[in-house]
């Protein structure tokens, strides 16, 4: 949770429909799942690029997922020079 903004409107919608959380609770429980599956979550990116406005950054990234498609699109605002993630979007497309 330490990458994560501490505002309250943080949000990650994962590549699966049920996916869908907001608020640091909500992530921090997405993520612990994670963990709590035994599996391993391997992201290899081979398209990236990054936008940054002030304090604010867009990062999109296509690749692949435990070597499935993957796309992303995550939102970072910089509090106390340190980027910090805000919104996570990610996709598997077919």
């Known amino acids: ?8 409107d943080i949000t990650l919608w994962g590549s699966e429909l ?5 608020g640091r609770d909500q992530i ?4 612990q799942a994670i ?4 599996k391993d979550l391997r992201f ?3 398209d990236t690029s990054v936008h940054v406005e002030g304090e604010v950054a867009w990062v999109r990234a296509a690749g692949a997922a435990n070597g499935s498609p993957y796309r992303l699109t995550v939102v970072l605002v910089r509090r106390s020079g340190e980027w910090r993630l805000h ?8």
């Open 18 to 22: 049920h996916e869908r959380d907001a």
């Open 1 to 8: 949770m330490a990458l994560w903004a501490a505002d309250d």
């Open 28 to 31: 921090r429980a997405h993520a």
């Open 44 to 46: 290899d990116w081979d």
């Open 87 to 94: 919104t996570f979007s990610g996709s598997e497309p077919r």
């Open 35 to 38: 963990v709590d599956s035994g």
